[in-house]
Nanobody, 119 residues
Framework: QVQLVESGGGLVQSGGSLRLSCAASGIIFSINRMGWYRQAPGKQRELVAT???????NYADSVKGRFTISKDNAKNTLYLQMNSLKPEDTATYYC?????????????WGKGTLVTVSS
């Protein structure tokens, strides 16, 4: 099992910045990919950014150039630096880990952290 705890959400004005953190614990080897997803009220959960085991990032078009995903392997922590925030970035942000077990990818999720961007 993998446990994920997000932090760093809050209320920020449009144009501001926030840094989300996700602390991972438990069985944290054989990790294929880590990432951030978000879900706004009344909408489906969507990908924000992922980073694979080689450290290669992938971003949703809506956040490219504004958000940066990174990880600290020594601290088992994933980060999401969010700059130039917009009201449409308002959502609950979830940390995700995809771990390979017996050739099968298994997803683990945190409980989420709320980000609210005021206009």
């Amino acid at each position: 099992q993998v446990q994920l705890v997000e932090s760093g959400g809050g209320l920020v004005q449009s144009g501001g910045s926030l840094r989300l953190s996700c602390a991972a614990s438990g069985i944290i080897f054989s990790i294929n990919r880590m990432g951030w997803y978000r879900q706004a009220p009344g909408k489906q959960r969507e990908l924000v950014a992922t980073i694979n085991s080689f450290g290669n990032p992938n971003y949703a078009d809506s956040v490219k150039g504004r958000f940066t995903i990174s990880k600290d392997n020594a601290k088992n922590t994933l980060y999401l630096q969010m700059n130039s925030l917009k009201p449409e970035d308002t959502a609950t942000y979830y940390c995700n880990v995809n771990r390979i077990y017996n050739t099968i990818g298994i997803d683990y999720w945190g409980k989420g952290t709320l980000v609210t961007v005021s206009s």
